[in-house]
């Protein structure tokens, strides 16, 4: 039997989620009327580091007297505060940096450039970028910001920061396996997750299969995520956003940052080009693990066998005008595993990684107006090449997209500020396309590129009314067609190009709210509806390379998801700690899997494989921090449950999806011991992951016949661990042009064998017409310390 789409006891949340709406409105007429007699002017201007010169995303900027009514620096250190005229005591503070208070008569519009030094101890860091972004700043609901800086002091896989791993400590975030870069957002699919670098979609985030995330810590100069309800200049994910930018350059002088490890190294080199106007960076890091290991090797069944990956970011940033800037990023990203088997003659090389460009242009076009314009290329490709003997096989997939987006953004801090934009984009999926060569015969399945066009505007306005109240309105619409040249369905001729097959619109309207109760307390709502056009269906609970993206077609229907979520938001009056309470409900309509007794045939579309069906999510999201202070850190708890149903599948019968993880906690200490020593403490535990276990297995004429039990009906074991990490700098306050410091960290510290799957072997007597099953958990890391060297050269000004 199929259930209703909301559960009866879920019935009351969405009645006070829609109550406090129209609450709101009612006392938003009671609010007093802005004084029109108020003269009020522009405050603008730009936040930058007073070494490096590159500019503070995120950075706050707020009135002493009413911090309340203050603002965050846009994505190139901007702000603007629209202020009564008079005198003003503004507060400007980033994460590590010194705090710098400016008392400002204004009496016009007035601009001016802050530059921030950075801090001797975090006491003296009293407002931070990275998590205030979820409190009580602003309408927007379920966002969560963390700076390259809160992410490198975070214990990670042997020494390597890992900017997923660090998301995956934060309430609704969920890891996919033990030591999998591939997430779960509030018991959504890894595919339901948009992941973006400098704008470019990310199809791919894990290395070693999935094992470290493909984004390079130096590189980056924050993340931020969005989790369900996300504004509606994202779209074509159900889930949740990620959108990682990463930094633009030392505009000042030439300097360089690496590191070298245990697994990998990496270096970044960063500086001016001729003068402050334009700046480069560019980092890169590589593994050589396997690489040592190659004298150890020889011998063995395995000699030759050699795996590594690369990663490489590069961007350049030019200043035209002081109301133009030009900004090229570029990333490139490899795995290569070459295995072979001198005992079978056998050989195989599978390379895969992404490639991603993009080419923006920022304009200011008025005081109050801002466009920016976009070009964006991604590229995601997988293929196999095996050989033994005189046979040879060849398989290859991937995707590509080419965009182009442009967006006009009005801030003037009066009650509305609205921006509006459009995005076109050309994708090109390739399926498992596969051909091998046995002697003088070719063997080929003939599947072929799917071509797909999409489209989409959108226009968003934050409404402030008041000071106690903010709303963030939008509404995004979409078209997608799957175009020629393709096979005729019906057998005739080939579709031409451009031509379309089939199409979908859909609207997506987002909407969220925010009430000041206090200068402390204040309560958010939000509610949103999603369109997702491209699907992976995957037998596995991460984005390994082996799956297949696929487009909505006239065998598959868009996927689609509607989120309410409510919460309560607490800053203690000193800024000290930070607690919030959240809860929230998805439903989730064309969810695919694959069809009961599916069998992979490599000449057949995947898309013949799948059933449609629905889905829900619920939960609810707790989180107590503590932001100053020699000891800072938080402690995440999560309850969620996500359900799948399908007809097709055992009669409609719901079951637990695999992101269905009841229970989620972690726990992250640092504490800074001294001047010379920081230390670092994480703990997480989650209850297991469903899978479908063995019922019975049977001979029938000498065949074996396996029987299944109902899908998802067991679990792993409950998944624990605990790291910690010590960084030591030799001299902390030495102005000397280099400096360098040593991270000691060990991951899994009390080696807790974590299951990262379970097989089944089965074992039969013919003779006696017996078979047994016999199930083994496959754990993987067990307690590995590393240690990493780190330095830093700044050239001498």
Do not use: C
């Amino acid at each position: 039997m199929i259930p209703e789409p909301m559960p009866a006891f879920l019935n009351p949340f969405a009645q006070v989620l829609v109550s406090l709406f129209l609450i709101s409105s009612l006392l938003f007429m009671a609010e007093p009327a802005w004084t029109v007699d108020t003269v009020y002017h522009t405050l603008s201007g730009l936040v930058t580091d007073s070494q490096s010169g590159e500019p503070f995303p995120g950075a706050n900027v707020y009135p002493v007297a009413n911090p309340s009514t203050g603002t965050l620096t846009d994505t190139d250190g901007s702000f603007e505060l629209s202020l009564p005229e008079g005198k003003h005591a503004l507060m400007f503070s980033y994460l590590g940096y010194r705090e710098v208070t400016l008392e400002v008569i204004l009496l016009s519009d007035t601009s001016l450039t802050i530059r921030l030094e950075q801090g001797v101890t975090m006491k003296e860091v009293v407002v931070s970028s990275s998590l205030e972004e979820a409190m009580d700043s602003d309408s927007q609901m379920g966002r969560l910001t963390l700076t390259a800086r809160q992410i490198s002091e975070l214990p990670v896989l042997m020494g390597e920061v890992d900017l997923l791993k660090a998301l995956q400590l934060l309430p609704g975030v969920m890891s996919s396996a033990e030591g999998n870069s591939g997430f779960s957002v509030r018991g959504g699919g890894a595919d339901q997750n948009l992941v973006l670098l400098d704008e470019a979609v990310v199809y791919n985030t894990g290395h070693l299969l999935g094992f470290f995330s493909v984004f390079h810590g130096d590189a980056i100069d924050r993340a931020t995520l969005y989790k369900g309800g996300m504004p509606a200049r994202y779209g074509g994910r159900l889930s949740s956003v990620v959108d990682i930018r990463t930094r633009d350059g030392n505009s000042r002088n030439l300097s360089m940052t690496g590191g070298i490890g245990l697994l990998a190294s990496r270096l970044t080199l960063e500086g001016p080009v001729f003068d402050d106007r334009t700046t480069f960076l560019v980092s890169g890091r590589r593994t050589y693990a396997f690489d040592l290991a190659q004298p150890f090797l020889k011998g063995t069944a395995v000699e030759g066998t050699n795996y590594f990956f690369h990663d490489v970011n590069a961007k350049v940033s030019h200043r035209i005008s002081r109301r133009n800037r030009l900004r090229a990023s570029f990333f490139s990203g490899r795995d290569v595993l070459d295995f072979v088997s001198e005992a079978r003659g056998f050989s195989a090389r599978i390379p895969y990684g992404n490639t991603t460009g993009s080419l923006r242009w920022d304009s200011q076009l008025s005081d109050h107006l801002f466009l920016k314009v976009s070009g964006v290329y991604t590229n995601y490709s997988f293929s196999v090449d095996g050989r033994q003997a005189d046979f040879s096989a060849r398989l290859r997939s991937g995707v590509r997209n080419l965009s182009v987006k442009t967006d006009i953004a009005h801030q003037s801090g009066g009650v509305h500020e609205w921006r509006a934009g459009a995005e076109l984009t050309a994708h090109t999926l390739t399926p498992d396309i596969a051909e091998a060569v046995s002697g003088d015969q070719v063997f080929t399945n003939d599947l072929v590129p799917k071509y797909a066009r999409e489209a989409s505007i959108y226009v968003e306005d934050e409404i402030n009314p008041s000071p106690r109240w903010q709303i963030l309105a939008g509404l995004r619409a979409t078209w997608f067609a799957h175009v020629g040249p393709y096979p005729s369905p019906d057998g005739g001729s080939e579709v031409p190009q451009g031509s379309v097959l089939k199409s979908f619109a859909g609207l997506d309207p987002r909407l969220s709210m925010r009430h000041q109760l206090t200068s402390t307390t204040s309560i958010k709502a939000s509610a949103a509806l999603v369109w997702q056009y491209l699907h992976l269906v995957s037998n596995s609970t991460n984005t390994l390379p082996f799956d297949v993206w696929v487009p909505s077609s006239r065998l598959v229907d868009p996927q689609r998801g509607m989120q309410y979520a409510i919460g309560a938001f607490y800053t203690s009056s000193n800024g000290n700690w930070e607690a919030s309470a959240e809860l929230y409900y998805r439903d989730l309509f064309n969810q695919l899997d694959y069809r009961e007794n599916y069998v992979n045939d490599p000449t057949v579309e995947v898309e013949q494989n799948f059933v449609s069906g629905r889905g829900r999510a619920y939960g609810a999201e707790l989180l107590l921090r503590k932001r100053t202070g020699d000891l800072t850190g938080w402690m995440a708890y999560t309850y969620s449950r996500s359900v799948r149903w399908f007809e097709e599948i055992e009669n409609g019968r719901v079951f637990p999806s695999v992101f269905d993880r009841p229970h989620d906690l972690s726990l992250v200490l640092n504490y800074q011991a001294g001047e010379k020593w920081r230390l670092g403490f994480v703990f997480v535990y989650g209850s297991g992951r469903p899978f479908t276990p063995v019922k019975n297995l049977y001979l029938i004429e000498q065949n074996l016949t396996v029987n299944y039990g109902p899908r998802n009906s067991s679990r792993l074991n409950h998944y624990h661990r605990a790291d910690l990490s010590a960084t030591w700098t030799p001299r902390p306050k030495s102005e000397a042009p280099f400096s360098s410091s040593w991270t000691f960290s060990i991951y899994n510290l009390y080696s807790r064998q974590n299951p990262l799957f379970f097989y089944t072997a089965f074992e039969t007597n013919l003779a006696a017409g017996t078979a047994t099953a016999s199930a083994y958990k496959v754990s993987l890391f067990p307690i590995i310390p590393s240690v990493t060297w780190n330095f830093t050269w700044n050239q001498s000004r």
